[in-house]
């Protein structure tokens, strides 16, 4: 699946086909509540809408998914936007298609493209964020060392998240959580086991996606 993303700013977009208008509502949410409340803020938005269709997912792992067809045939809207929530990696995240019917049946097909078409549209005007897992480690070691460790740890790609300077210089490292125990045997190497190293904790960080 590979790391998580999540909505972090809003979007909203429109799309016309056969004289029906479909209108894009991007969030962030938690849980099945705050999912709720935005689907309810949408409807009365949109109070003289036919349709209001949605989808959303939450949980540390994308777990928790939910859709609804609002009235159109069975899976002709709800399931097409959750296929694209589901493309982009999303979790904690919902997305509203309203549509204001135009008179032209545009059949089950053209629904489901016509959704999905929206719901992509919707999160290009959103802001996507990366959920990345990194194992925090505290890297003690004496200043002599400090330029030696700087370039390795840049020629890894790996983060200094804070630097402290005392009797010893302390970095605060992240690393990818299956690498680090390669990242640390490296480490303890190329400073001769004069580097302290301690886990900290693991958390998720935020990076801007790139879509």
């Known amino acids: 699946m590979g790391n998580l993303c999540t909505i ?44 209001t269709a949605y989808a959303w997912i939450s949980g540390e792992r994308g777990e928790v998914q939910k859709s609804s067809d609002d009235g159109e045939p069975g899976g ?16 904690n995240s919902i997305i509203t298609v309203t549509r204001y ?24 005007k959103s802001l996507i964020v990366e959920r990345r897992l990194v194992a925090r480690h505290a890297v003690t070691l004496p200043y002599t060392l400090l330029g030696t460790v700087e370039n390795y740890l840049r020629a890894e790609s790996l983060n200094i998240e804070d630097t402290s300077y005392s009797a010893d210089v302390c970095l605060i490292i992240q690393t990818n959580p299956d690498e680090s125990a390669a990242m640390l045997q490296e480490l303890a190497d190329l400073t001769a086991g004069r580097a302290q190293i301690k886990k900290l904790d693991e958390q998720y960080i935020e990076l801007q996606h790139q879509q």
Do not use: C, W
């Open 8 to 51: 972090r700013r809003s979007g909203t977009a429109e799309y016309d086909v056969k004289r029906s208008r479909f209108i894009a509502n991007t969030a962030h949410i938690e849980n099945e509540s705050e999912a709720k409340a935005f689907v309810a803020k949408i409807k009365k938005k949109y109070y003289d809408a036919r349709h």
């Open 76 to 91: 002709s809207a709800g399931a097409p936007i959750l296929d694209v929530m589901q493309h982009m990696n999303l979790t």
């Open 101 to 124: 019917f135009g008179g032209i049946k545009l059949g089950t097909g053209g629904l489901v493209r016509a959704y999905g078409h929206t719901a992509s549209m919707g999160l290009n």
